[in-house]
């Protein structure tokens, strides 16, 4: 019984979850932590956690059997129940929780939600769910969007973009991304690293192309992980780390991070190259950079935080220039959605247009404070052409004291300018790196 009890009470709480992020167009990044932190025991956190990033995973699928079961939309003021179907399907395709307490614990959180009057008709729909289950789902993978689980305007944009990968990415975006960690070199080497998780019997593997990176076979609470809480260690995706390793930074460099939060390939700047003589890390968000200050601070490192808008350096800049640039610029994040895949909730198409014309503000106001002969690393986390080597290749036509040499590397794949990987590649993220070299004058 108690079991029942905090299975239900994770379903409530991931209602709560799904609303923010359906309805308040809130990340699950931002929404589930402060909602699991209303679950006293700990054990209730992980099926939560589960349920929300499953239906924002499969969410196109979900919602093309809902309407199959339905008669008519619900109202607005029952999106909770929607949500609520929506969690009780997932778990009776994707979880391996016996079916009949799926329908009864589903039904049963309706009580604590406060709407016991659709008790019915949640029960209803989730046993014609399982009588018809084969027939549904073949008609909800009957369209493209069905049956890859992604938005029709994002799949038709990565069809678009890469015709030849379009299906292995749209696959790539649906699974789980394994656990990567970053191993802090100030503390001990990557094997070394290794070596302490065998000893607590923690599997991981390094990975290829990234030297400070580590594959863990199976995700584990970050508490757990030797030196964790001394900086010893921190979880970043591989594609990301390779930032530290792009940059070629040398001691003594003044070193400018833009748009830096939550502040990982700062605090690896700073592992690789302690003696840099000034590291700035900037972002327009205040509450995100609380994040960076909190990663320095468990690193031990320390870098000048500054919150500003990098459009416009005027306001911030203190006139001195940069010998390396990190440029991490706001994208449509549609490489990392296998990570964050409330992002096919979340993103829009008119994003896309919006978010390149911000990048190219952002280079453009970068550009001046970047010091002769050095060296501005362009960043997103994006699979789009747009906003990748097309931008870059913009960039080049209008500033003649810019050149972008061959990104040298065996990861990823070479574009006409830079170097993109795409979701899964190598276990990695999908990420698009550009070196920018300023001549000399």
């Known amino acids: 019984m108690a079991d029942v009890k905090k299975q239900m009470k994770a379903r ?46 499969y969410g196109g699928r979900l919602e093309a059997v809902v309407q199959q079961l339905l ?53 209803a729909l989730l046993r014609n769910f399982q009588r018809g289950e084969q027939k549904l789902l073949a008609q909800a993978d009957s369209t493209p969007a069905g049956q890859y689980a992604h938005p029709p305007w994002l799949l038709k944009m990565i069809q678009a ?21 970053r191993v802090n070199s100030t503390h001990g080497s990557r094997n070394e690293y290794l070596q302490r998780l065998q000893n607590e019997e923690m599997a991981a593997t390094a990975m290829a192309h990234v030297p400070s990176a580590i594959m863990l ?32 930074l040398q001691p003594e460099q003044r070193v400018l991070d833009v748009c830096s939060a939550p502040g990982g390939k700062c605090c690896h700047i700073l592992e690789q190259v302690p003696q840099v003589a000034e590291l700035v890390a900037i972002d327009i968000d205040e509450q995100r950079l609380q994040r960076v200050r909190e990663n320095l601070a468990r690193l031990k490192q ?14 911030w800049w203190d006139g001195q220039p940069f010998e390396r640039i990190l440029l991490d610029a706001p994208c449509s994040a549609s490489g990392v959605i296998r990570r964050h895949p409330d992002i096919k ?40 052409p747009q906003e990748n080597h097309l931008q870059i290749e913009r960039f080049l036509e ?15 794949r070479a574009m006409p300018v830079g170097r993109q990987i ?3 590649d190598d276990g990695m993220d999908g990420f698009y790196y550009a070196s920018l070299d300023r001549e000399c004058t």
């Open 71 to 123: 008669n008519k939309p619900l109202k607005r003021k029952d999106r909770d129940v929607e949500c609520l179907i929506l969690l009780g399907l997932y778990q009776l395709i994707y979880m391996r929780i016996p079916p009949h307490a799926v329908v009864a614990e589903t039904v049963e959180a309706l009580n604590s939600m406060g709407k016991p009057w659709a008790k019915g008709l949640v029960n």
């Open 302 to 315: 320390q870098a000048k935080v500054v919150c500003g808008d990098a459009r416009h350096p005027d306001e």
């Open 422 to 424: 795409l979701p899964g």
């Open 345 to 384: 909730q979340l993103r829009r198409e008119e994003d896309i247009e919006v978010l390149v014309a911000l990048q190219g503000e952002i280079l453009e106001a970068m550009w001046p404070l970047l010091a002769p002969g050095g060296l501005l690393l362009y960043a997103t986390c994006s699979i789009l």
């Open 161 to 181: 973009c890469w015709p030849d990968e379009w299906q292995s990415i749209v696959v790539g975006n649906n699974q789980y991304p394994p656990m990567v960690l």
């Open 12 to 57: 409530v709480v991931a209602v709560k979850v799904l609303l923010r992020v359906m309805v308040d167009g809130r990340s699950l990044s931002a929404s589930l932590p402060e909602q699991l932190a209303t679950l006293f025991d700990p054990s209730e956190r992980p099926l939560t956690q589960e349920l929300c990033y499953g239906v924002m995973r």
């Open 217 to 248: 076979a199976q995700s584990i609470d970050v508490e757990r992980l030797p030196g964790f809480s001394d900086g010893h260690a921190s979880v970043q995706d591989g594609a990301a780390q390779l930032a530290g390793w792009l940059l070629d």
């Open 398 to 412: 209008t500033h003649h004291d810019a050149t972008a040499p061959k990104v040298l590397a065996s990861w990823g």
